[in-house]
């Protein structure tokens, strides 16, 4: 049984935990007078479009690619180019199956000029690594590349909405994180309470919204931090539910719809 680190906090909030790839994960988070799932549901996502949310994604597939050839292999395994990225900006890759059918999406950021850190589905974080194995060891054995899964060394948490920045301004330092310093699909590193953070601006739900990466073992202290900084704009948990509801409303691709079911 896989738990994330923000785990705990989710059970005290009563929040129902279901499975999602190998891990448990907050299906939706009750306030009471809320009978229904679908009322804190409702709640969560108009909170992410008003206010501002924050979702545990500590669970997404993460792989770390290094190499002097990690550019060119990664121009190969995604269908858009990545070799022309630029340090300290992210981009949304798209990676298919041999027959041509989607395998697995998600964002990889450049982090050097031959390091990047792929970020997968929760799903398919297992499977992708076997295809990236499989495409060095038998396709293109030539190229320079070492692959490591370091998908529980990460923590990450997503807060998204129209006062996502506001609630980063109150507690990030040693980095900016206004338009300028961090724009879309931008890196920044610096320190919440203290421990050090990766933040990326990036977003699933179509509001303003950013990633915020931690070391695992530091992963409830920033959670805490982060639902601390957005007590002045009403900032809540979402879950599984809200986030399924946030990316259909705003037409994203997922799923049966560009797996071939």
Do not use: Q
């Given at each position: 049984q896989r738990r994330t680190t923000s785990d705990g906090?989710?059970?005290?909030?009563?929040?129902?935990?279901?499975?999602?790839?190998?891990?448990?994960?907050?299906?939706?988070?009750?306030?009471?007078?809320?009978?229904?799932?679908?009322?804190?549901?409702?709640r969560e996502v108009r909170m992410v479009r008003e206010r501002v949310g924050v979702a545990d994604v500590s669970t997404l597939?993460?792989?770390d690619i290094q190499g002097k050839d990690a550019a060119r292999f990664l121009d190969r395994v995604y269908t858009n180019m990545f070799s022309n990225l630029t340090v300290?900006?992210?981009?949304?890759?798209?990676?298919?199956?041999?027959?041509g059918l989607v395998m697995d999406d998600g964002t990889t950021w450049r982090l050097g000029e031959t390091h990047f850190l792929?970020?997968?589905t929760t799903a398919n974080a297992g499977k992708v690594m076997q295809h990236l194995d499989y495409c060095l060891d038998c396709l293109w054995p030539d190229l320079k590349v070492h692959l490591t899964s370091v998908t529980d060394q990460w923590a990450g948490a997503a807060v998204g909405g129209p006062f996502a920045r506001k609630v980063l301004e109150?507690?990030?330092?040693?980095?900016?994180?206004?338009?300028?310093?961090?724009?879309?699909?931008?890196?920044?590193?610096?320190?919440?309470?203290?421990?050090?953070?990766?933040?990326?601006?990036?977003?699933?739900?179509?509001?303003?919204?950013?990633?915020?990466?931690s070391g695992a073992g530091h992963g409830q202290h920033v959670w805490d931090a982060l639902m601390?900084?957005?007590?002045?704009?009403?900032?809540?948990?979402?879950?599984?539910?809200?986030?399924?509801?946030?990316?259909?409303?705003?037409?994203?691709v997922t799923g049966a719809e560009i797996d071939g079911r």
């Open positions: 906090a989710a059970r005290d909030r009563g929040a129902p935990m279901i499975e999602a790839g190998l891990w448990y994960r907050a299906a939706y988070f009750p306030r009471p007078g809320e009978a229904t799932w679908r009322e804190s549901c409702d597939g993460k792989i300290g900006k992210a981009r949304y890759g798209l990676m298919l199956r041999e027959d792929m970020t997968t109150n507690c990030v330092e040693g980095a900016r994180v206004d338009n300028d310093a961090l724009p879309f699909m931008g890196i920044v590193h610096g320190t919440i309470a203290g421990k050090p953070v990766m933040i990326c601006r990036l977003s699933f739900s179509g509001e303003l919204a950013y990633e915020v990466y601390e900084a957005g007590k002045p704009f009403n900032i809540t948990p979402y879950g599984l539910e809200a986030l399924g509801t946030l990316r259909i409303e705003k037409g994203h």
